[in-house]
């Protein structure tokens, strides 16, 4: 996996409103979104190891302590490579999810929105909405399905970017991409998905998720998900080459569909030019 070193002197300062959105690709599903003045993690896992002692094979792209001012962080579930504690607790800052996690974050003395599917919050001047994946929650053995798992909208003045969480391919693609016309950039999850007759009700692979990209109608497709951490069967490296394979297959340009490198920042919406790599 490809490694960038980030400028940590632009990422200080977010965008100003009416200008494009800076995303960040920290790994896994962990990106730091900045737009209308606003910084907001999604999914932060920054830490060395996830609770159980799974280590990463890469990054992460940014450490806590190299991270801009937190606005909120935006959690899609509770599966703990998606929601991790010490990294939430070590940002500090105030936390959005589904219905039921806000007791187990106030217990780790966080404050926090929960919200429900289609719900929206503000912050700053962005609208952040929860909107519906095709997944599951649980943290222990007796609580499955007890919190609300799900996927975010968020909306500023010059973008519009929607990052998926963990799902698996279905309907409420297309639903997203009705209820929010000209999305600028879709992060989606293209590993964790082998064997299929398992992990297809709840995973998508490569292919599905350049299907999700065309119901969503958007304009960018990033790729997340994949490589570091090892999950399931398939090899590490083998996600962005059936992604390359497929997007070549349907013939789409390979600026729209990127697979970024590890702390690699691109710019979309707000007039940004092709949304260059920075």
Not at 150 to 170: L, N
Request: hydrophobic fraction near 40%.
């Amino acid at each position: 996996m490809a490694c960038l070193e980030p400028d940590l002197a632009r990422l200080a300062t977010p965008p100003a409103p009416g200008g494009p959105a800076r995303l960040t690709w920290l790994g896994h599903a962990s990106w730091l979104v900045q737009l209308d003045g606003v910084s907001l993690l999604v999914d932060p896992a920054l830490q060395p190891t996830l609770f159980g002692g799974k280590g990463r094979n890469a990054g992460p792209g940014l450490r806590p302590a190299q991270l801009p001012r937190i606005d909120a962080q935006l959690v899609t579930h509770s599966h703990y490579d998606h929601l991790d504690l010490p990294t939430l607790t070590a940002v500090g800052a105030p936390a959005v999810a589904g219905l039921g996690l806000g007791r187990l974050l106030r217990r780790s003395g966080l404050s926090g929105t929960e919200l429900a599917w289609w719900q929206a919050v503000r912050v700053g001047q962005v609208r952040v909405t929860f909107v519906p994946a095709q997944h599951w929650s649980r943290r222990g053995l007796l609580d499955g399905n007890r919190t609300l798992w799900g996927g975010f909208v968020i909306e500023g003045s010059g973008a519009t970017v929607y990052h998926s969480g963990d799902t698996a391919w279905s309907g409420g693609f297309a639903e997203v991409g009705r209820r929010f016309p000209g999305i600028d950039a879709a992060l989606l999850p293209i590993g964790a998905y082998d064997p299929a007759w398992f992990m297809e009700q709840q995973h998508l692979n490569p292919e599905q998720a350049l299907a999700a990209f065309g119901a969503l109608g958007a304009g960018r497709f990033l790729a997340m998900h994949w490589g570091t951490f090892k999950l399931t069967d398939e090899p590490l490296d083998e996600p962005p080459r059936r992604l390359e394979a497929e997007r070549q297959r349907l013939g789409l340009p390979p600026e729209r569909v990127r697979v970024l490198a590890l702390g690699e920042t691109v710019e979309v919406g707000g007039g940004a030019a092709g949304g260059g790599s920075r």
